[in-house]
């Protein structure tokens, strides 16, 4: 179990340093396997940490066994149902340039930020007997990210279908929120053409993406003012930031 573990973890940490997307990058199915690869990876992660944590504090061992691994499954699950839900969602595009679009590109580019965010903490991670705990960190945070992305997804498909009243305060804010997002994701698919293919596409990539969720952040900042302003609840957001 000892060794099948490390395995495990190794492979994902050798994953989560692979390209967060190629040429083709973008594309629904790619996003999927990124983010669905990354909740994996925490889940394996987690249990390590959560195996050795009892124990150290004295914990029966088989005990505490019994407990991570209670955990680490219902993860596991969660990432199924994920993939599901992602993997039907690429079979059915909304159309392009509709309110539903805008969410969908929005939150691919959201999970993208999410995966370079969290490729770059790994790559970041020394050596040495600190190395599992920060990885555990980097892969929880990105999963915590990913939670984010889904559920501002399914917040931003909900006010597609009740929109504000127009020439309204709120209605003002949300059509500029509605644009910078589409900004954001146009600026990001523009900077990853530019990326030339070489030794250093990846790392291109990764600024992309990176760049793209502080963008994407940075407009949810500015609608949640916005919509402060106009004495109403941000929750007519639509725009994502993991």
Not at 56 to 78: E, K, L, P, Q
Not at 128 to 152: E, I, N, Y
Request: hydrophobic share 35%; charged share 10%; proline share 6%.
């Amino acid at each position: 179990m000892k060794r099948s573990l490390a395995i495990a973890l190794a492979a994902a940490a050798i994953a989560i340093a692979m390209p967060v997307c190629m040429a083709e990058a973008g594309t629904c199915e790619s996003v999927c396997g990124a983010a669905n690869s990354t909740c994996q990876q925490a889940a394996v992660a987690a249990f390590r940490m959560c195996h050795l944590t009892p124990r150290s504090a004295g914990t029966h061992r088989r005990d505490a066994f019994i407990a991570c691994r209670g955990v680490f499954r219902t993860a596991h699950r969660d990432c199924v149902s994920a993939l599901r839900d992602c993997a039907q969602a690429c079979g059915a595009p909304p159309p392009a340039g509709s309110c539903e679009g805008d969410c969908a590109n929005a939150a691919q580019t959201c999970v993208q930020g999410v995966v370079a965010n969290g490729r770059t903490c790994v790559q970041a991670c020394p050596a040495g007997p600190g190395r599992l705990a920060c990885l555990s960190g980097c892969l929880s945070t990105a999963q915590s990210g990913l939670t984010d992305c889904k559920t501002m997804l399914q917040s931003c498909r909900e006010n597609c279908g009740a929109p504000p009243p127009p020439a309204s305060c709120r209605s003002d804010c949300v059509t500029a929120g509605r644009t910078c997002g589409q900004q954001a994701v146009s600026k990001f698919n523009g900077c990853l053409q530019g990326c030339a293919s070489g030794p250093g596409k990846l790392r291109c990539v990764a600024a992309c993406a990176i760049t793209a969720h502080s963008d994407l952040a940075a407009c949810q900042s500015t609608l949640q003012s916005c919509l402060g302003g106009c004495g109403g609840s941000p929750s007519g957001a639509f725009i994502f930031t993991p």
